[in-house]
C-alpha cells in the first residue's frame, strides 16, 4: 500500500479512537488523561525549578505503548481486547502519576474519587458488554432453533445432505444490550459483505448447536438472493423455500426487541 495513504488511514483511526469521544470503550481518555499528566508535571517541574525529564520521557512512551498496534498495522486497532492490559495499565499510571503530583491533600481526595468514579463507570461497561453477549447467544438460539423446527415440519431431518442459506440479517436487541466492535452483533448479520453473506457463521454456529448443514457456496447465495425477491420474511408461512438440496429462509432486516 501507498505510505501516504496508509498515513492518511491510520490518522483517520486515530482520530476515530484515540481523539473523538466513542462508546461504549472510551479510549480517547487515555489521549486526555496522557495530555493532562504530562502537563501537570511540567508544570510542577518549572514551579518547583526541577523539571523530572524521566517521567516526561515515560509518559510519552507508555502513549506510544498504546497507540503501538495502530503504528504497527497502520489500520485496524481491534479486536478491542488487544489493547488489553496495556490500555488499563497504562491509565492506572497516568493516574498514580497524577495523584502523587498533587501538593494538596484535599485536591488528592477530589482526584482519587473521580478516577475511582471513571473506574466504576468502566466496570459498568464491562458488566453491560458481558449481558449484551448472553442476551445475544440465547436469542440465537432460540431463534436458530425456530428456524430449524420450521424445516422439519417440511420433512427434513437429514441435515447433512441439506445447505441452508440465509438472506437478509436480524438482530437480537434489547434495552441492556450494548454495541461494541463485535458484541451486540450476531452470527445472522456478520460478514454480509463476504460471497456467502453470513451463512459461513450461521452455519457454524448452527452445527456447535447440533445441527450440521452442508457448506454454503457463492452461487448458492446469488440463487438465494434472486428467489428471495418473491419470499415472505420469516418466520412467516413462506419464509422458508425447498429448492432440491437448498434450503432458502428469508430474514428481514430488522431488530428484536426484547
Known sequence: MDTSLLMQIALAKFKQFFIFPNQPFELSVVTYLAVV???????????????????????????????????LLGNMIGPIRSLTPTVPLVMIVYSL????????????????????????????TT??????????????????????????????????????VIVGEKR???????????IGNTHYNWDLDSPTGSNRRV???????GYK??????TDYRKAQRISLKMKTFPAKGGIKILGKMIVVNLK?????N
Open 253 to 257: 432486516n430488522t431488530d428484536i426487541v
Open 213 to 218: 448443514f452442508a457448506t454454503v457456496s457463492p
Open 37 to 71: 499528566t504530562f502537563a501537570l508535571v511540567l508544570i510542577m517541574g518549572l514551579i518547583r525549578k526541577q523539571i523530572r525529564w524521566t517521567i516526561l520521557l515515560d509518559i510519552i512512551a507508555e502513549y506510544i505503548l498504546v497507540l503501538s498496534l495502530l503504528i
Open 203 to 209: 452455519t457454524n454456529f448452527l452445527s456447535s448447536q
Open 127 to 164: 458488566s453491560d458488554l458481558e449481558q449484551s453477549f448472553i442476551i445475544s447467544y440465547e436469542n440465537e438460539v432460540k431463534f436458530s432453533d425456530k428456524i430449524v423446527t420450521s424445516v422439519q415440519e417440511l420433512g427434513i431431518n437429514n441435515f447433512d445432505q441439506y445447505r441452508l
Open 172 to 182: 437480537f436487541n434489547s434495552p441492556l444490550t450494548e454495541m461494541g466492535e463485535m
Open 97 to 124: 502519576t497524577v495523584m502523587t503530583m498533587m501538593p494538596n491533600k484535599r485536591l488528592l481526595l477530589v482526584v482519587g474519587m473521580s478516577f475511582s468514579i471513571f473506574a466504576l463507570m468502566l466496570s459498568k
